[in-house]
């Protein structure tokens, strides 16, 4: 493998940026307070009161989402997609926007390798 320094670095940082939040939700008791906001929420869910707002709120999910299919589906500007929802497509590919989305993430992570070599080499 041409570039295994690069992605073994990629893993060191991953690695220790997820141990220290660990160590961060650990020692603020974040997994305590979650456990007692859950306790307290379950009963909730279980109301009659709470399955029919679910229900409520599914309905309008999926009359959304058709509304959504079919301005899709038909060959429509990006205005009329806009709508009232916020959601803006771009033509047929909203996928574009993820993609992007993800070289912005590679580049970051290959400036912060950058400058991670750079730090350690001054230090050396």
Known sequence: MKFW?????????SAI????MEFFMIKTGFYDKVTVLEAEKRPYENSPQ???LSETLLIHGDIRM???ERM???DTSVTELEGNSGIRF????????ASLILLLF???????????????SQAC
């Open 5 to 13: 320094d690069w992605y073994l670095k990629i893993v060191v940082i």
């Open 17 to 20: 940026i997820g141990g220290s």
């Open 50 to 52: 709470a399955k029919a």
């Open 66 to 68: 058709q509304k959504q």
């Open 72 to 74: 899709l589906s038909s």
């Open 90 to 97: 771009e033509g047929k590919h909203p996928w574009r926007s």
């Open 106 to 120: 590679i580049f970051l992570m290959g400036v912060a390798s950058s400058v991670s070599q750079l730090i350690v």
